[in-house]
């Protein structure tokens, strides 16, 4: 487990990409439900339960469908297993980062120094996780940067966007 947590820790740092991931499907599916399950606990500081598991559940699943759509069109289906099993492992492991800065931001007041702090290195974490799908994209497509770089803020963009039209966040939240 350690050598897996350290796998994970070099593709978030860029030493090692999806190619280095073993291809198991055990390992894809212990890594889906860690990124599930902490997507789900970063959602419950904004939503309601029921909203927070099918946002959750909608995004990953269109995640996959945009991943297996990228991989077909550059004639990589092969690679689905290590570059999925890579973007949920990275994916837990940033929401697990990203989990008490949510709840600092929803604890607090905005105008609170420790509340700005927190939406700061939420926004870092952001960032972050917009360059590490763009390595594991360029790694996986055979890409450069800047290609690997568009292609993530174009899925990032797109899976938040579609989630945000079929199942919006209600006014209240």
């Known amino acids: ?5 350290q796998l994970f820790g070099d593709i978030l740092v860029f030493r090692a990409g999806p190619q280095d991931v073993p291809a198991s499907v055990t390992l894809l599916v212990i890594t889906l439900l860690a990124s599930l399950l902490a997507s789900m606990l970063v959602g419950l500081h904004a939503f309601a339960p029921a909203l ?14 945009l991943l297996v759509g990228l991989l077909r069109v550059y004639g990589y289906g092969e690679r689905f297993l290590q570059s999925f099993t ?5 994916s837990a492991i940033l929401a697990l980062l ?17 509340a700005a702090l927190a ?16 390595h594991i994209l360029r790694n ?5 940067w800047t290609g690997g770089l568009l292609l993530a803020l174009a899925y990032i963009l797109l899976a938040a966007g579609v989630t945000e039209l079929v199942l919006p966040v209600p006014e209240s939240s």
Do not use: N
Not at 1 to 5: E, I, S
Not at 86 to 90: E, I, P, R, T
């Open 86 to 90: 890579a973007l949920c492992g990275v």
């Open 1 to 5: 487990m350690a050598r897996l947590l």
């Open 119 to 134: 939406m700061l290195m939420l926004w870092l974490l952001f960032f972050w996780s917009l360059l590490v799908t763009a």
């Open 98 to 114: 990203a989990w008490p800065l949510f709840g600092i931001i929803v604890e607090r007041p905005a105008e609170d120094g420790l």
């Open 52 to 65: 927070a598991v099918g946002r959750t559940l909608f995004e990953t699943g269109l995640s996959a469908g």
């Open 140 to 144: 996986t497509l055979a890409l450069r």
